[in-house]
């Protein structure tokens, strides 16, 4: 496998740190390129590789492209617009790691046959740390011949790998792991918040959260960051309203009830129209704790 040229389409906090992850373990990462030509000509100086200026040349210089994108509207630009990834793209492979909505992969995985392309959707449980050094959680959507013959690569870039199913099963099941997550952020926020607003100690109440059944990870990973209002960016608000409307939108289809998830959703999207969404998904404290907002 590390004979084959690698290409990255998105160059933020994750898609730059697998770059730099793949090239670490001796891949061959041949092009890159972000809509921010500073931002790839930036990396390319750091892992000795070459930024393009256009997405065709990607193609053309690349066996398989990673994209991590933000949204729908990104990913149909980058393969339908104008100048796309699917140019001159026969016998190339295109493992989409942005949170997408599952029809958008199925029309990827479509419009890649037509072409002679292969898609896999690698949809990302994990954050920037474990972008950079190998570690994500990956849930892998598409055909299981692609999933089997890419593996190896797969692997370098997780420490867990599941094949879920054809095209657009991994972004559903990754829609639902965001939804609970940000539940369970959300709630945590009204927790510590009651409690900063009672006079509890939010350490302790925290010592008690983790050895009851409000126990979470996310206890373990946003406890101290809404306390101590440390919202650097490892997930934002913002993504975190866009992945909880995507899976309102997947309840809403199979006649789902869910109160909890549009609440979360509301609360998210009522942080982003403040002009917070780049606060990382624990600045959801900033509507709970009393006197902040």
């Known amino acids: 496998m590390k004979d ?15 770059a730099r992850c793949l090239n670490d373990k001796g891949y061959q990462v041949t092009a890159v390129f972000d809509i921010t030509p500073s931002v790839a000509t930036d990396l390319a100086n750091e892992i000795n590789t070459i930024a393009y200026e256009t997405l065709a040349d990607v193609t053309a210089n690349a066996d398989i492209i990673f994209t991590v994108v933000t949204n729908d509207e990104a990913m149909d630009a980058i393969f339908f617009g104008e100048d796309n990834l699917f140019t001159g793209a026969e016998g190339r492979l295109f493992i989409n790691c942005a949170t997408l909505t599952p029809a958008i992969h ?23 740390p474990q972008a950079r050094s190998g570690e994500l959680f990956l849930m892998i959507g598409g055909a299981e011949t692609d999933f089997n013959a890419n593996k190896s690569i797969l692997r370098e870039l997780s420490k867990a790998l599941h094949y879920v199913g054809e095209a657009g099963k991994a972004s559903e099941v990754k829609a639902l792991v965001n939804m609970v997550m940000n539940i369970n952020t959300a709630a945590l926020a009204e927790g510590l918040g009651i409690g900063h607003a009672l006079g509890i100690d939010l350490k302790m109440l925290c010592n008690i959260f983790s050895q009851t059944g409000a126990n979470s990870r996310v206890l373990e990973t946003d406890a101290e960051d809404m306390i101590l209002r440390d919202h650097e960016c490892y997930f934002s608000a913002t993504h975190a309203a866009k ?8 309840a809403a289809a199979s006649g789902i009830h869910t109160p909890l998830a549009q609440a979360t959703f509301d609360q998210y ?10 606060l990382d998904k624990s600045g959801i404290a900033e509507l709970t704790f009393k006197d902040r907002n």
């Open 243 to 250: 992945d909880s409307g995507i899976a309102l939108a997947l």
């Open 4 to 18: 084959k040229k690698i290409g990255f389409v998105g160059l933020g906090r994750m898609g730059g740190n697998m």
């Open 269 to 278: 999207t009522k942080l982003t129209k403040m002009g917070k969404g780049e």
């Open 106 to 128: 199925r029309h990827l995985e479509a419009a890649a046959s037509k072409v002679g392309a292969r898609c896999l959707e690698a949809c990302m449980a994990s954050s920037i």
